[in-house]
């Protein structure tokens, strides 16, 4: 199987978080699974770290990178296709790393691990319960 990490899921599994649901994190451990990072989880953290809002990953923000490949992840670049189709995407979603994550999941035909619910309205498989 292969899997989109949503930002959040990215950070709980590197905390050992227990939000991220017993089954979900089955599916993110299994080495048959490629587990994939976007871009735009990079983005994200690199952006909110410099705002503050996420003073506990520090060391993740200093080398998104190498958490990513210390991981066994798959780092997924942001393709010109990927951001006609973000831009293009109609609906109330606001957010553009959320838009961003939408956009991959239809165009490589990944599922999101997420616990947020706004993916369900764009047609994305969500993973989570």
Request: glycine share 8%; with cysteine; proline share 4%.
């Amino acid at each position: 199987m292969r899997l989109l990490l949503d930002t959040h899921a990215f950070l709980w599994w590197l905390d050992g978080d227990r939000r991220l649901k017993p089954g979900v994190r089955r599916l993110i451990a299994d080495e048959d699974n490629a587990v994939f990072v976007s871009a735009a989880a990079a983005w994200e953290i690199a952006t909110k770290f410099r705002l503050g809002k996420l003073d506990g990953a520090a060391a993740v923000a200093a080398d998104i990178g190498g958490a990513v490949a210390s991981q066994g992840f798959v780092a997924l670049p942001i393709t010109v296709r990927h951001a006609e189709m973000a831009g293009r995407l109609a609906g109330p979603l606001r957010d553009p790393f959320d838009r961003m994550l939408i956009a991959q999941c239809h165009a490589e035909g990944l599922p999101v691990v997420s616990i947020d619910t706004a993916f369900d309205i764009y047609g994305v498989s969500r993973l989570w319960d």
